[in-house]
């Protein structure tokens, strides 16, 4: 007996096999980045206690420092206590450290293995792979600033409740991308881990420390004042502290719009270099 296969219809052939050039993925890759938004937040988060816990005791340790140092004589500033005052700041801080570790480690270690090649061929867009390296950048942001909160919150003279939840949200998510970021961008830039390095211990370590989470910059002089506010750096830790004692050094809505310029402009810049391969394809 006969059987007469009969084909389908030419429109589910053209679902199944896209002509050759046609791209099949027509939309976002919802797959594909998530694939590696997973994939960068298990590589950190394998060695946790490293990548997460320790920054939260390096941080406590400068919390117990200064204010061991201070004693007394930190008095209070913006209406709280030194303590208080420093520990909004000394959480943000770990926070973006952290986001910067996260992203500038990911292509440089690519391009010194060869595994590169694991970034730029998958079928992902740009703005897929910087929102995928970005947001586990921040994911690690988030878990280290929430480790630092807990070990802050059950120390002794530290009062981290937050008054305006709202700001602590906004400004540490704005902080955290915006080092993430510039850690794609150094990761792009450099081809070893000395480059990178470099960028830590001359930009982002001076930037962190000299953006008043020590102290308050209204007490500095003018023109150390004036320097200290073309620092984003500053914008983020004044807004932050903001959301936990309901002071700042600043506008907090000026704040939040200048935060949100530089991440626009670092992110166009990012896309920019990974659109055009720089240092990245042969």
Not at 4 to 14: F, G, L, Q, R, V
Not at 25 to 39: D, E, F, P, Q, T
Not at 48 to 67: D, E, G, R
Not at 214 to 236: E, G, K, M, Q, W
Request: aromatic share 12%.
């Amino acid at each position: 007996m006969d059987m007469k296969i009969t084909p389908p219809p030419a429109e589910n052939i053209s679902r199944i096999r896209s002509e050759p050039g046609v791209p099949v993925i027509r939309s976002v890759n919802w797959a594909g980045m998530i694939a590696l938004y997973r994939k960068e937040v298990r590589r950190f988060f394998k060695v946790q206690l490293q990548t997460i816990w320790a920054p939260a005791v390096t941080t406590l340790l400068y919390l117990v420092i200064f204010t061991v140092a201070m004693g007394h004589r930190g008095g209070e500033i913006l209406g709280a206590s030194f303590a208080d005052f420093i520990a909004p700041g000394l959480i943000v801080m770990g926070m973006m450290q952290n986001s910067f570790a996260n992203s500038s480690f990911a292509l440089l270690v690519g391009k010194m293995q060869g595994t590169i090649v694991d970034y730029l061929m998958p079928p992902i867009s740009v703005i897929e792979l910087l929102a995928a390296l970005v947001g586990a950048a921040v994911t690690r942001a988030i878990l280290v600033g929430f480790a630092v909160w807990i070990v802050m919150a059950v120390w002794p003279g530290v009062h981290v409740t937050p008054k305006h939840l709202w700001a602590v949200i906004v400004f540490g998510l704005l902080g955290s991308a915006m080092l993430g970021f510039l850690g794609v961008m150094t990761s792009i830039w450099a081809e070893k881990f000395d480059h990178a390095a470099a960028v830590t211990n001359f930009v982002v370590a001076p930037l962190s420390l000299l953006s008043g989470t020590f102290y308050s910059v209204d007490r500095l002089a003018p023109t150390f004042a004036a320097i200290s506010h073309a620092n984003p750096f500053f914008y983020v830790i004044s807004g932050f502290r903001y959301g936990f004692i309901g002071q700042a050094d600043s506008p907090v809505l000026l704040g939040a719009g200048i935060l949100l310029a530089v991440n626009i402009v670092l992110a166009l810049a990012c896309y920019m270099l990974l659109k055009s391969g720089w240092k990245l394809k042969a």
